[in-house]
């Protein structure tokens, strides 16, 4: 598989007037083309800030991040829909920061709305959907520009337990079906067996890439995941890890 996203001994220093403080140290990994890739962490180890250099958001203090010649969406923790818009208005959004904002964009985007269950709800305001609804419309959103890779900063955080378990499923299944490689972060460790195909653990902060896991399970929704006796072995395997 082709390499779409490399991390080449990455540090990461934030200097402030009580000190540095060293978020990221020698961080290195590959993600690959169809991947679906989670990196979990202690809360507050910088998986955030991994996620954002992956972006391009931030510069590494050291080491090199490369996107290989493919395109980045970023989906957030919160949907962040704009209420004075509709659903219609906000999954356009990405056309018109990017000036791209034509008929042919615009009839693609609310097609692939219309696919995955927003039909009725485009003209609608985010106040009238519920959670699931509003993270799924994020999601199209952040494929308006058909990027080749998503990068998920813990997106089912927010929601209710019950919900995140649905709105996980939904997003996995439309993430697979548009042929969208993914990096998720998160601190949830049945989250990342659910979906992964590769998870990376990292240390306590500095965070360091302390194992590497390949998934191998015969089901694909998260869901049913859950129910292989293969789920709890995992997960006794990542939460020794992440405590140790």
């Not at 090199?64 to 659903?87: C, H």
């Not at 601190?187 to 360091?208: G, N, W, Y």
């Not at 390949?214 to 990542?238: A, D």
Request: glycine share 4%; hydrophobic share 40%; net charge positive.
């Amino acid at each position: 598989m082709k390499e779409v996203l490399r991390f080449d001994n990455v540090s990461m220093h934030y200097h402030s007037k009580q000190g540095e403080t060293v978020a990221l140290q020698d961080v290195s990994f590959s993600v690959h083309e169809g991947e679906f890739v989670a990196i979990i962490g202690p809360s507050g180890c910088g998986k955030t800030t991994l996620l954002s250099l992956a972006a391009g958001l931030l510069t590494p203090t050291k080491g090199k991040v490369s996107a290989l010649n493919v395109s980045l969406g970023y989906m957030l923790q919160r949907d962040e829909l704009f209420p004075w818009r509709t659903i219609e208005k906000n999954i356009f959004l990405p056309l018109e920061i990017k000036r791209v904002n034509t008929p042919e964009n615009r009839a693609r985007v609310v097609a692939l709305a219309e696919k995955y269950g927003l039909k009725q709800f485009l003209k609608s305001y985010p106040s009238q959907l519920s959670g699931g609804m509003r993270q799924r419309a994020a999601l199209i959103r952040t494929l308006a520009m058909n990027p080749d890779v998503l990068l998920l900063d813990e997106p089912f955080s927010a929601l209710d337990y019950q919900t995140r378990l649905s709105v996980c499923d939904d997003v996995y299944k439309i993430i697979r079906n548009e042929k969208k490689t993914a990096l998720l972060i998160t601190h949830d460790i049945s989250e990342a067996i659910s979906v992964a195909d590769k998870i990376f653990v990292l240390s306590k902060r500095p965070a360091k890439i302390i194992s590497e896991h390949i998934l191998e399970f015969p089901e694909t929704e998260p869901l049913r995941r859950r129910e292989n006796q293969e789920f709890s072995r995992w997960f006794e395997i990542l939460w020794k890890e992440l405590n140790q």
